[in-house]
């Protein structure tokens, strides 16, 4: 009797898990096509950062090899800011404020599920950026790198988007739907110019380069930089350890929002 | 064993504030498993608070909710229950059968797609967006993300509005299909004659507070009144004056008398007018029921 039971429980258990990853599975799937078939969202989001690029970084700057490197590798990070950016803020400000993540609370999704699926989307946007970008500098830019230094760079800039990911998080937890556009704007132009990826700290006032340690971005180009070979030559370490903290802190700042939200 | 007076969800003396408005003020509420619940109540009355709290979509201030015996933000509690809310805010870009598919993941041993495609009457919009779909047609495609997972237990926050009424009789025949088989339900409403037909229980709502409760019978009884209805050609001054009588209209040759004693005004009538046909009695409704309530609650 209890042995039939326990089996009886143990299916259960077992089921419970197949659907969980069943869940996260449909959840990202889900997201994708969401987005695909949003292309107001999707299209702007893929343009901007080439095309900022292609004026500012390429058109621009025509005489240095050293100026088209130093400005791939922080136009790389200035490009997966946004989808991560865009995508958690704009995402969930809307679908809090609409009911849909009340709704999916209830229902009960698996709370895991809705973030990783949108930050997979992140991902995959930070993906096809840094791509278009790459494509763009070793074509127009003269940019020459080892395949390492290549992919090292798409690593960096795909998994840049986690602390642009906890950040958009914290601000959709509490901006409302119609706000949160002009709020995100309003943090990420000023801190792309203020981190020295359209233009190296050292052309910018002394006081803006002291600020730069306060912004994700900037510790995030640092690591791009150093994969170049144009870094200050010092330890890559405090600046992955400044993005893990900020990551953390805004996930949990979020996460508590969030709870009282819905 | 399933018990009869199995208790599923309640609020116990529940308060809610939300800035300076007190929007739940020491609500009590039990849900039994087979039962339907109905609140209602004018807006801002506290129906959706309450509701939000059995969900754990809020916390209240003061008091507790409890759902199976748990608090209702546990997995284990949610995944037992379905539910459809007021604003439901379902992406407009997913069909019908993307959203089925993964509401479905959620739960442990879901209902087929097929069962509940049946079950809401959205055979032909599976493969249509929801955006593309009419208020009525959104409404059902989210009452079958609502009974999708094989819920014990239902909420709906106002089911039926934006429906028409061969939709609605669909949904409410389904309703009564789900609480034949054991299922709870609980619905806020504004159709008194949605109550009416599906609550076998009742709890008024006003200003944050259960003004009355009890069965739907009870609920009437706590109205006196009746509607005496007749063609005579007493005049109504002469009606009116009598005791017990509310009030007196006179429509053409037809009169309708409100009494809270109907028997004294029928005797009256029928030995002052000898002549008279059509008569007709009728005990006031829960809407009649209702608007009094509140209105001694006001």
Redesign the interface.
Same mark, same amino acid.
């Given at each position: 009797m209890n042995v039939v039971i326990e089996s009886d429980l143990e299916r259960?258990a077992d089921?419970?898990r197949s &659907?969980r990853l !069943?869940?996260y599975l %449909?959840?990202a799937r889900?997201e994708f @096509? #969401?987005v695909l $078939? /949003?292309p107001a969202f999707a299209v702007p989001t893929l343009l901007f950062p080439p095309l900022f690029y292609l004026l500012f970084g390429l058109l621009l700057n025509r005489n240095s090899a050293n100026a088209a490197h130093y400005l791939f590798a922080t136009y790389s990070v200035f490009g997966v800011m946004a989808p991560a950016l865009f995508g958690f803020g704009v995402g969930i400000a809307i679908?809090r404020? $609409?009911?849909? =993540? &009340? %709704?999916k609370?209830?229902?009960?999704?698996?709370p895991g599920a809705y973030l990783l699926a949108k930050m997979a989307m992140a991902g995959l946007f930070a993906l096809i950026i840094y791509l278009v970008l790459a494509t763009m500098a070793f074509t127009l830019g003269g940019v020459r790198l080892e395949a390492w230094k290549w992919l090292l760079l798409g690593s960096i800039a795909v998994c840049g988007v986690l602390p642009f990911c906890a950040l958009g998080l914290m601000i959709g937890s509490r901006a409302n739907a119609s706000g949160a556009p002009a709020l995100i704007n309003l943090i990420y132009l000023p801190m792309a110019f203020l981190s020295g990826l359209w233009m190296p700290l050292n052309l910018l006032p002394e006081f803006i380069g002291r600020m730069a340690p306060l912004w994700p971005a900037y510790h995030l180009s640092q690591l791009a930089l150093a994969t170049l070979g144009h870094g200050d030559g010092s330890s890559v370490t405090p600046h992955l350890a400044a993005l893990v903290g900020f990551t953390v802190v805004c996930f949990v700042i979020a996460r508590r929002w969030l709870a009282r939200a819905? | 064993m399933i018990v009869a007076t199995d208790k599923l969800a309640c609020l116990e003396s529940a308060s809610k504030h939300f800035g300076s408005v007190l929007a739940l003020d020491g609500v009590d509420l039990q849900v039994y498993r087979g039962q339907v619940l109905a609140l209602l109540g004018p807006n801002g009355a506290g129906k959706t608070t309450a509701i939000s709290l059995l *969900?754990? @979509?809020q916390q209240p201030d003061s008091g507790s909710a409890l759902l199976f015996g748990q608090s209702p933000q546990s %997995?284990s509690a #949610? #995944?037992r %229950?379905g539910?459809m =809310? !007021? /604003?439901?805010?379902?992406?407009d /870009? =997913?069909t019908a059968g993307?959203l089925l /598919? *993964?509401?479905r993941? +959620? +739960?442990? $041993?879901p209902r087929t797609i097929a069962d509940s495609v049946a079950m809401a009457g959205i055979e032909e919009l599976l493969g249509v $967006?929801y955006g593309r779909l009419s208020g009525g047609q959104q409404r059902r495609v989210q009452f079958a =993300?609502a009974i999708c997972?094989r819920p014990e237990i239902l909420f709906f926050d106002e089911p039926t509005t934006g429906l028409d009424i061969e939709a609605r009789e669909t949904l409410w025949k389904t309703i009564r299909q789900l609480v034949a088989e054991g299922c709870a339900v609980v619905l806020t409403t504004h159709y008194l004659e949605e109550a009416e037909a599906l609550a076998d229980h009742v709890s008024v709502l006003a200003r944050g507070r259960i003004i009355a409760a009890g069965s739907v019978p009870q609920i009437r009884a706590r109205v006196s009144q009746r509607r005496v209805r007749c063609v005579s050609r007493l005049p109504a001054a002469a009606i009116a004056a009598w005791p017990e009588v509310r009030s007196v209209e006179r429509d053409g040759e037809r009169i309708e008398i409100v009494t809270d004693s109907a028997e004294s005004v029928v005797r009256q009538l029928l030995f002052e007018d000898s002549g008279l046909t059509e008569l007709e009695v009728r005990r006031a409704g829960l809407a009649e029921a209702f608007v009094e309530i509140t209105r001694e609650a006001a």
């Open positions: 259960e089921s419970g &659907s !069943q869940s %449909l959840e889900f @096509l #969401r $078939r /949003t679908e404020e $609409r009911g849909w =993540l &009340s %709704l609370r209830v229902a009960p999704m698996p819905a | *969900l754990g @979509l %997995l #949610r #995944r %229950l539910a =809310l !007021q /604003t439901a805010g379902v992406p /870009t =997913l993307e /598919t *993964l509401f993941s +959620y +739960y442990p $041993r $967006r =993300l997972g």
